[in-house]
């Protein structure tokens, strides 16, 4: 299998300043996932603990055009021109800046402008000491006074039964609720989710066809809550009873269930934690909604083409919480 691209400076701005650091807050090993059409960075879609909406910890996915963050894309393998490898969030972006800070350098006087682009390839290489060869993700690149290469150790690559586990698995997360509501101000959410996270471990959720979001935290002796109301709503939607103005929120959400209006489910505080750092990706749009049957909780990101408000289809990004409770469906 071979793989050997050019970064575009979007793309690993994109990498750099923004995916990367959200990714490693969500998890320390991620999968990268290299397709003919796409680059993918892959939060526990595998192995024992990625159980999905039956358990584990939440799955991550960020998905991207190849020509976003790569030219010159030369990949090829016996697994349908597939190539799938787990590598340390932390390990990939220490090289990626060391390469950013040699391919900053200005060109000394009398130089041409322009430093070389960023090359990214896979190889094997014996190791001191070793009698095997080991698999890297090598960055090149040179600058006006330094040149730099980044071995960054990653997992021998997946077998062909394993990207098709992986290729199952991700077509399984593409799955969307059927109503989402967008939350306008993260920090906000983050925020109010620290405070609930020192009451108890276990969150409430509830999303309503009305554009309500409740959080709520219960324990033996207090219940502290909190809900966004009128949010814009994405999917299937209701209106709003009048006679529930007047009611509490927990009694509003509990007859919006009954109903058919709302779904709730109950996720680990830790878990909606580490999703709210997906916030450093500096996504325009955020989504929160419940899949059917309350399989899980899922939030999408949304991105503009840079200058309008048109969404960005060659990024998509997105988690799903696994549910300790959907008593709700």
Do not use: W
Request: include cysteine; charge should be positive.
């Amino acid at each position: 299998m071979k793989f050997k691209a050019f970064f575009t400076d979007d793309g690993i701005s994109l990498l750099d300043k923004r995916f990367l650091p959200a990714m490693d807050k969500v998890g320390r090993v991620c999968h990268v996932f290299l397709t003919p059409t796409h680059a993918m960075l892959l939060h526990n879609l595998l192995g024992a603990t990625a159980a999905g909406p039956d358990g584990g910890g939440p799955q991550c996915v960020a998905q991207f055009a190849k020509d976003l963050l790569f030219r010159e894309y030369n990949l090829s393998s016996r697994n349908g021109n597939q190539i799938a490898f787990s590598v340390e969030v932390a390990l990939l972006q220490r090289a990626l800046r060391s390469v950013l800070a040699v391919h900053a350098q200005p060109p000394a006087a009398g130089d041409a402008p322009g430093a070389p682009a960023i090359q990214v390839r896979l190889v094997n290489k014996l190791p001191a000491g070793s009698r095997s060869a080991t698999p890297f993700l090598t960055f090149e690149t040179k600058g006006a006074r330094a040149a730099v290469v980044q071995d960054v150790p990653i997992s021998r690559p997946l077998s062909r039964s394993d990207v098709e586990r992986l290729q199952e698995a991700l077509d399984a997360a593409k799955d969307l609720p059927q109503t989402l509501v967008q939350v306008p101000d993260l920090p906000q959410l983050q925020s109010l989710v620290d405070r609930l996270k020192n009451v108890g471990d276990l969150l409430t959720v509830a999303v309503t066809q009305y554009g309500d979001l409740h959080l709520q935290v219960s324990t033996s002796l207090v219940t502290v809550g909190s809900e966004f109301r009128k949010l814009r709503v994405v999917g299937d939607r209701a209106n709003a009873p009048v006679g529930d103005q007047n009611l509490t929120a927990s009694t509003r959400m509990d007859m919006a269930v009954e109903r058919g209006e709302a779904l709730s489910v109950q996720v680990n505080m830790k878990h909606l934690v580490k999703s709210l750092h997906c916030h450093l990706a500096k996504p325009d749009y955020t989504f929160y909604g419940i899949a059917p049957g309350g399989a899980c909780l899922t939030v999408v990101f949304q991105y503009f083409i840079p200058g309008t408000r048109l969404a960005d289809k060659s990024i998509s990004f997105y988690c799903r919480l696994p549910v300790l409770d959907s008593g709700s469906s």
